[in-house]
RNA sequence: GGGCCCGUAGCUCAGUCGGCAGAGCAGGCGGCUCUUAACCGCAAGGUCAGGGGUUCGAAUCCCCUCGGGCCCGCCA
């Protein structure tokens, strides 16, 4: 292994011999008493430019050593922690010459250091730290990306997501600011006396939407069991036993590929509200996303995007009729009259690659995701599908056909689904049935137990779902699913 | 799965028509007591993704493989 390293790391292996053979330890066990770089530069910058803090304790700061200044008998070096970066001001005749030369003999770029000194304000203004000690709390052997330019390689920014943030203040602010509105949601929904809930994603098999699972084997069971595509079977269960408002937030995992707006596993959010329905569940959408906006605009300043999204949230959302908008779009007329054979014709004619066995519901999804999707730019919520498409959602209370069914979109991408759910066991029942004759590739599985549990009775209820991933992008104007991901799926390395 | 493009020093990138492998950053040595992409000087650093072919000669042209990016197709 050390003979694949490149010079530079064997300079830097050197140091830490050279580290230890002093009586020194490259590696030590704890830090006390840091306080955030943010801290300190407040402190520094209260003081007149030219002068340091006299009297009082000093003050400890620690973090990534990003690069290093030298003239000689004073250097400067800057630190970055999570809080943002503070410039240690080293000068020999605060630390004598030996422990100054020492210091800059032994620490480089990447190294973790840890600092004790006093705050000072340069004479340029710069906030700084006047170091009275430095230690080395963790020697880096590989060397940082260049400072300037970071990392640029897409490859390695999604194979070593480490480097990726060490490197880029932006790359750990942005996954910062996805945890920050994650724990926003949690707030929201707890506020509105949601009980957040854990489900198992190791299922026997994978229901509640059309997509490939991933499959794997149990030793316990000793047979087959799938990862899960879906939360919102086993929250609707949940209403059976009268747990009456549930979310989960999770993971689920559809063995498909990865592209700019889909990942294998993705983070989904489901809510299920028992006596309410889509209407109470778009009201209460709009006000989450509202939040969520507002939120992302406080964690982001700097991103136009984020700081535009409160406006571009603000309720009311612009709503839009599915079959209404649908034939509007198209200038196909009397949509739910056709047969499958012509909506196949028609979604074909649209440019849709889509097999010979698949549903009447699949056709009309591919003719609405060609003329309407991309004509969706603002916040826009898309209402009452064809009951065709959606086997989970209770028929329309007063069109025939329908069913009560609202998906939110965005720039032209789905950021969530909700319905007035099923209740029915019979009619559930025989919606499954019929998807089974679909005998495409666009089917839900079939789930027995499901059934059986409504026929213990589900109250009415509300389901939304939306996946945390494309709400992060949406909010913060983000066109990559990878760049809101932190680990993504890779081949493995070549060897 | 299909098409197009990319892979050169630890990192960021040049490399023309096929003719000695280059720069900046980082690292080494020397200089510099308020710099901030610090600066100045010297020396060092390479499996040009991997394999094969064409050629007197290949980072450069051709073929194959690996990895990645973008677009298209598919799940949200």
Redesign the pocket.
Known sequence: MVEDE????R?RRAKVVRIRAAGGEPYPWSFPGRLPTSEVAARAKALEP?THATGGDPVAVAGRLR????????S?L?VDDLAGSL?LFV???ELGEERYQRIL?DT??GDIVGARGVP?L?????P?LLVHELEILAKAI??P????????????R?RRRYVDLLASPETRQRFVARSLLTRELRAFLDGERFLEVETAALVPTASG????PFRTHSNYLNGPLQLR?SLELPLKRLLVGGLERVYEIGHVF?N??L??????E?SELELYWAYADYTDMRALAERMYHRLAQRIAELLPESPAAREAPERFRPPFATVDYVTELERRSGISDLLSKSPEQLRALARAA????PDDSSAG?FL??LFEHYVEPTLERPTFVLDYPALTTPLAKRHRSRPGLVERFELFSQGV?LG?AYTELNDPDEQEERFRAQLKGRGD?HYAYDADFVEALRFGMPPASGFGL?I??LMMALAGIP???DVILFLP??P??T
Request: glycine share 8%; charged share 40%.
């Open positions: 490149s010079p530079l790391e300079e030219g690069t290093t200044r030298t003239h000689g008998k004073t400067f800057d410039q000068r020999v005749d003999a480089d770029p000072l340069t004479r340029r203004g710069e700084s590989h060397p990306p260049e400072k300037f330019h970071g990392l640029q390689d897409p490859e390695e999604i939407a059309a997509a490939e595509i559809r498909e590929d592209d700019s707006i889909h990942s294998p993705f440019g849709a690659n889509v699949k999804d591919k789905e689904n666009d996946g991933d494309r990559s699913i990878k890779v081949r390395r070549p």
